[in-house]
């Protein structure tokens, strides 16, 4: 089993930034493509990147590229999500999740954490 847990999430302007890590406990993440999810109030949820084990292999929706940075430090057992120009339109809880395939849908993700909550005021 793994467990997640996410942090860094919070309350920020418009055009600042924030910066999600996500943790595991109870197994190595190194050996998992990890990927990053939001759900916004009233929607469902969408897939914003996602990273392969040894980081060469990356995905961003089209709605965060140029903006978001996902990476991971196999020595921390930690992914983060580095989420800079933010908008208004960003806000959602964000989760991640383990042992999927970088691009794939929410449903080929087995392990997900609680979510931390991303909110940019106008």
């Known amino acids: 089993q793994v467990q997640l847990v996410e942090s860094g999430g919070g309350l920020v302007q418009a055009g600042g930034s924030l910066r999600l890590s996500c943790a595991a406990s109870?197994?190595?993440?190194?050996?998992?493509?990890i990927g990053w999810f939001r759900q916004a109030p009233g929607k469902g949820r969408e897939s914003v990147a996602a990273i392969n084990w040894s980081g060469l292999s990356i995905y961003y929706a089209d709605s965060v590229k140029g903006r978001f940075t996902i990476s991971r430090d196999n020595a921390k057992n930690t992914v983060y999500l580095q989420m800079n120009s933010l908008k208004p339109e960003d806000t959602a809880v964000y989760y991640c999740?383990?042992?999927?395939?970088?691009?794939?849908?929410?449903?080929?993700?087995?392990?997900w954490g609680q979510g931390t909550q991303v909110t940019v005021s106008s």
């Open positions: 999740a383990a042992a999927g395939r970088v691009g794939a849908s929410d449903g080929e993700y087995p392990y």
């Open positions: 109870g197994r190595t993440l190194n050996r998992y493509t």
